[in-house]
């Protein structure tokens, strides 16, 4: 399980600091899919980031994050390494962010692998084209660049990356951003089979308020740094009790009757 207990991040500028997460607690199981609701500069990708021990030097981070038995927060580098990729994941928000323009898909998928499990290059890249079939892309789209993929197909290589050395939990940003509709529920799809396949807890971080109701066992919404209100999906749409929960349902009632 991961359990966040008081996490608190602040960045400091020159001129100035920010609190960007202020105490959240939140956990996560396997087997589940937990979204964490809110809008630009709430602090969702704040708290992905601080998971996976990547905020820029500097920052002041405080609190526990537990990944199973461990405070991810108090180990060492060489240690978080051993459990990045192998234990938790990430699916970064655009699918260009999370690949690389001048190596091919299959080469991608296959490098975590290497570093991460010590395959050698055979064994990686066989793994990686089966890989590729699970995310429902054709073996042949190994050879291929990120630039001759479609949006849809270059989400699916970056999930297949991350599903590389077979973590527990899969943390994904923003996953369905600058894809249409079509595309967007074909990735939810996608994404709910390959948690409940391989039994991992997915946390997903994104502004989609249907996208998240749709997807998740569990809705957390933030707001400044907190979240104000969490519970089971289908309970906290049809029963909110913070304000500002309410108000990203009203919201989006608004949008649905003015379409």
């Known amino acids: 399980m991961i359990s966040i207990k008081?996490?608190?991040?602040t960045y400091h500028g020159e001129r100035r600091s920010v609190?960007?997460?202020?105490?959240?607690?939140?956990?996560?199981?396997q087997?589940?899919?937990?979204?964490?609701v809110g809008e630009s500069g709430s602090g969702k990708s704040t708290l992905l980031l601080a998971l996976l021990r990547l905020l820029p030097y500097?920052?002041?981070?405080?609190?526990?994050?537990?990944?199973?038995?461990?405070?991810?927060?108090?180990?060492?580098?060489?240690?978080?390494?051993?459990?990045?990729?192998?234990?938790?994941?990430?699916v970064p928000q655009?699918?260009?962010?999370?690949?690389?323009?001048?190596?091919?898909?299959?080469?991608?998928?296959?490098e975590p692998m290497e570093v991460h499990l010590d395959l050698d290059k055979v064994e990686a890249k066989r793994v990686a084209a089966s890989l590729l079939e699970e995310v429902e892309l054709p073996v042949h789209f190994s050879s291929?660049?990120?630039?001759?993929?479609?949006?849809?197909?270059?989400?699916?290589?970056?999930?297949?990356?991350?599903?590389?050395?077979?973590?527990?939990?899969?943390?994904?940003d923003e996953p369905t951003t600058a894809l249409d509709v079509i595309v967007q529920a074909e990735i939810v799809k996608l994404l709910l089979?390959?948690?409940?396949?391989?039994?991992?807890?997915?946390?997903?971080?994104?502004?989609?308020l249907p996208l998240a109701s749709g997807l998740s066992d569990r809705i957390a919404v933030m707001h400044d740094g907190v979240i104000v209100e969490e519970g089971e999906s289908l309970e906290l749409i049809e029963s909110p009790q913070h304000?500002?929960?309410?108000?990203?349902?009203?919201?989006?009632?608004?949008?649905?009757?003015?379409?």
């Open 94 to 110: 655009g699918s260009m962010n999370a690949l690389t323009p001048v190596m091919t898909i299959g080469s991608q998928i296959a």
């Open 58 to 90: 500097g920052t002041s981070v405080s609190g526990q994050v537990f990944l199973d038995d461990k405070d991810v927060l108090e180990l060492s580098d060489e240690e978080f390494r051993k459990l990045r990729w192998c234990k938790i994941a990430l």
């Open 193 to 208: 089979r390959l948690v409940r396949e391989r039994n991992m807890g997915l946390l997903l971080v994104t502004h989609d």
């Open 144 to 172: 291929r660049y990120p630039h001759q993929l479609s949006g849809g197909q270059r989400q699916r290589a970056a999930i297949a990356m991350a599903l590389a050395c077979n973590p527990n939990y899969l943390l994904a």
């Open 243 to 259: 304000r500002h929960t309410k108000a990203l349902i009203a919201a989006l009632k608004k949008l649905e009757v003015e379409s």
């Open 19 to 29: 609190e960007a997460l202020r105490g959240v607690s939140l956990d996560v199981r």
């Open 6 to 9: 008081g996490l608190r991040v």
């Open 31 to 36: 087997g589940e899919v937990v979204s964490v």
